[in-house]
């Protein structure tokens, strides 16, 4: 075997963020001068509104708005939102149109005109139901956003022939092969749901069985990136969600999130508000049709209060709670209204480029409203108040609201979660620079009263020892098992409760993946089965090859052949041995068409009718590339 010892594995897939950590990376360059004033004087603003029982964004006194921001109204229906008065102190009144949410619970304010960069906004609006409405009013100021559009995305190579399986039904793919190397024994284990990319190879969607056969490849075109391959419930199925779009060099995305059926039909888009668009991190559902998603805001910012430069940017990170139905911004949460520069741990860049102090990269919504992030840059998590957005508590990083009990700080960390007995998960990646001796999956136990956090369980992997100098993520399943996934390092584990490894798996070493998950998935698609048929190099035998792309269901392939232009008769049935499975038929043939059969032989799917091609056609260097 390969030896991966730890400076290899941190160094592998560093995709997404190693340049996170210098604080470098592309962008448009703007001329040497001092950068507005945007870190606040003071922290932990509310969103609430006084005197109501609204919440608006963007939040009273903050100064963190995009110039095309909406202002949102959420916790009223929109018959109680009236006479909204919206005036910029440099671009004047502004019109627009109050649109209702279709939970039925509050209005954005969508001005027809973007807003100055700079300047301070004043709102004013009656809240309540006739006689009984109350005249409100509040402002905030418009940051200065730093030009991206020039940044480039993160760079792509081909993969090795050895880290990929091809398809001759399937022409111009490039799958990563994933390498099982502790078997699952449980029948009932869910397939692993993952992506590729950015870096080595082609960039996409991928689903496999637990014994490593791919079911599911959906490869992104030209500089595009798939990430964060999910299964949530979407008006009362089980659907895929993910994100694509293009990674940049600064460390985050600018693209949407989708979700999928069954039949792999895109049946809702995300793609971000108010000036901002959807980044890769988090994309989160909860019932009503609301989204919550990550968005990054690198604005222009003078840091010398942090001993950084005049002209300075920073990568404010916003929590966005969208109505999926309308694409209205319902709430907006911003991370220099409540958390300081100070907490980072990343040095202030000398640059012009952002400063990515926080680093946003995973949002747990909570039943009761209130919301969980993760910030890598400042190695804590933050609980923020239903609402008001308000930081509640921390846990870890240099401000903690708990005394951290041995084994439970982080550095680095990735995918914060909240159980459902109020314990916490996070994947600790221990670097980038290395903190720790290795990546690991920890429970933590938080005792509210006493302020105390203490290790419950740390999953490391057992050899070799991983160090993910990137990403990951720690799922907690139903029976209380863990899947790891090491991200830059794309292995992929499942633990028992108890610590011990039950199945282990890893795509090739060069490449990245951001997280995997474990669901049983059941995908059916609409476009047919595919077969390709050619002679043997005898010209007297006939050789066919079958897949279906998506499909989870097929147990065995009936072959259709015929010659001339009379009908196709049944010549065989032969299982499905894997992503793509052939037969050999001991007769020529000139056209042949497959079924797809599941396990009581009812037919899923045919192919349409192909003509079979020459031993000579059949070569690859013969074949048109895909």
Known sequence: ????????????????????????????????????????????????????????????????????TQISFLGTPVADIRDVSVVGSHSGNHDGQLRGYSQGDGASFVPAQPFDSGERVSVHAVIGAGSAGKPVAFSFAVDTPYPIANTPPFPASPAAPSDYQSFATLPGVEAPILTVTVPDHDPGAGDILTTNGPGVGQNGTLIYTPQGRLVWFYEVSGSEAAEDLNEQTYEGRRDLTWWKGRVLELGFGQGEDLVMNSSYQTVARVAGGNGL?????????????????????????????VKGVQDGAIEDAAVQEIDMKTGLVRWEWHSLDHIGAAESEVETPHGSSPWDYLHLNSIDPEPGGDVFISGRSTWAGYQLQAGTGRVLWRLGGNSSSFKMGPGTSTAWQHDGRILGNGQVTF?????????????????????????????????????PPLLAASQGN?????????????????????????????????????????????????????????????????????????????????????????????????????????????????????????????????????????????????????????
């Open 474 to 626: 720690a799922q907690t399943l139903g029976n209380g098992n863990t899947v790891v996934g090491y991200g830059g390092v794309p292995a992929i584990s499942e633990f028992s409760p108890g610590g011990s490894l039950l199945f282990d798996s890893h795509q090739p070493y060069d490449t990245s993946f951001y997280r995997p998950f474990r669901f049983p998935w059941s995908g059916q698609p609409l476009s047919p089965p595919a077969v390709l048929a050619d002679l043997d190099e005898t010209g007297e035998e006939t050789i066919v090859r079958a897949s279906w792309n998506g499909a989870t269901d097929v147990a065995s392939w009936r072959v259709l052949a015929g010659n001339g232009s009379g009908a196709l008769a049944a010549q065989t049935v032969f299982p499905a041995s894997g992503f793509e499975s052939s037969a050999i038929l001991t007769q020529k043939f000139t056209r042949v068409a497959v079924q797809a059969l599941n396990s009581a032989g009812h037919v899923l799917g045919t192919s349409q009718t192909t003509a079979v091609t020459s031993f000579a056609a059949s070569l690859p260097s013969s074949r048109p590339a895909g």
């Open 277 to 305: 668009a959807a980044d890769l991190h988090d994309f989160q559902l909860v019932p009503h049709d609301i989204a919550y998603i990550t968005a990054y805001n690198p604005i222009r910012c003078n840091l010398t209060s």
């Open 427 to 463: 994947f600790d990646d221990g670097a980038n620079p290395p903190i720790h001796q290795q990546s690991r999956a920890i429970r933590i136990a938080l005792n509210l009263k006493t302020h105390e956090a203490r290790l419950v369980a740390s999953l490391t992997h057992p050899d």
């Open 1 to 68: 075997m390969k030896s991966y010892g730890l400076v290899v594995l941190a160094a592998a897939g560093v995709a997404v963020e190693v340049v996170l950590v210098a604080g470098c990376g592309g962008g448009s360059s703007h001329a040497s001068a001092a950068s507005p004033a945007c870190l606040p004087a003071t922290l932990n603003h509310s969103a609430a509104l006084a005197g109501t029982t609204v919440d608006v964004s963007p939040a009273p006194e903050t100064g963190s708005a995009n110039p095309r």
